[in-house]
């Protein structure tokens, strides 16, 4: 299971930078392919990073590319998503998402976090 405790505010200008986190529970956090997804107001939810269970090899959609950091602690059972150069359309719902598998698209994830705002205000 996840457990999404976020670092820092949920409420950034644009240009400015926020850190979430997610930890997990259980003894195999680092059996799985963790990700990040977001969901904007009206819209489906979408991938945006995600990272291999040694946290060697990272992907990320192109929409973060650059401005995004995806990072694992396995020894903390926690994955990181710092988050740069903001804008407001990065307003979303951020969750955290597990997969025991060897893709990572929404449908692809076993296990799902509680979701925590992220607003960008112009």
């Known amino acids: 299971r996840c457990s999404c405790r976020r670092l820092g505010g949920g409420l950034v200008q644009a240009g400015g930078s926020l850190r979430l986190a997610c930890v997990a529970s259980?003894?195999?956090?680092?059996?799985?392919?963790m990700g990040w997804f977001r969901q904007a107001p009206g819209k489906e939810r979408e991938f945006a990073g995600a990272?291999?269970?040694?946290?060697?090899?990272?992907d990320y959609a192109d929409s973060v590319k650059g401005r995004f950091t995806i990072s694992r602690d396995n020894g903390k059972n926690t994955v990181y998503l710092q988050m740069n150069s903001l804008k407001p359309e990065d307003t979303a719902v951020y969750y955290c998402?597990?997969?025991?598998?060897?893709?990572?698209?929404?449908?692809?994830?076993?296990?799902w976090g509680k979701g925590t705002l992220v607003t960008v205000s112009s």
């Open positions: 990272i291999s269970r040694g946290g060697v090899m990272t």
């Open positions: 259980g003894r195999t956090f680092s059996s799985y392919v």
């Open positions: 998402a597990a997969t025991y598998g060897t893709t990572w698209r929404v449908d692809d994830m076993n296990y």
